[in-house]
């Protein structure tokens, strides 16, 4: 079992940053590849970026590259998600998530372990 908590979510305007953290604990975290995805209402839940267990192997979403940085710290057992210019449409309930596979994976269904998710919002 992982046990994984998000924080550092909030509301923040247009163009602003963010910092979320996801603290993990069970297992040995460095084994596991991190995910982060996000999910608006009334829509599905939506990949963002993942990285290997090691951190050598870093994949984004079109829709956040360039803007957004997935970074972790094996150490800390806790993985990170920068987000700079940010926008009314990344409004979302962000979470982590954690795979044992190898394989860049961007499909929910693949994570084995979740946060309970932490809440960004955008306002215009």
């Known amino acids: 079992q992982v046990q994984l908590v998000e924080s550092g979510g909030g509301l923040v305007q247009a163009g602003g940053s963010l910092r979320l953290s996801c603290a993990a604990s069970?297992?040995?975290?460095?084994?596991?590849?991190m995910g982060w995805f996000r999910q608006a209402p009334g829509k599905e839940r939506e990949f963002i970026a993942t990285i290997s267990a090691s951190g050598s192997s870093i994949y984004y979403a079109e829709s956040v590259k360039g803007r957004f940085t997935i970074s972790r710290d094996n150490a800390k057992n806790t993985v990170y998600l920068q987000m700079n210019s940010l926008k009314p449409e990344d409004t979302a309930v962000y979470y982590c998530?954690?795979?044992?596979?190898?394989?860049?994976?961007?499909?929910?269904?693949?994570?084995?372990?979740w946060g309970q998710g932490t809440q960004v919002t955008v306002s215009s």
């Open positions: 998530a954690a795979d044992n596979t190898l394989a860049v994976t961007i499909t929910p269904d693949k994570y084995d372990y």
């Open positions: 069970g297992r040995t975290f460095s084994y596991y590849r």
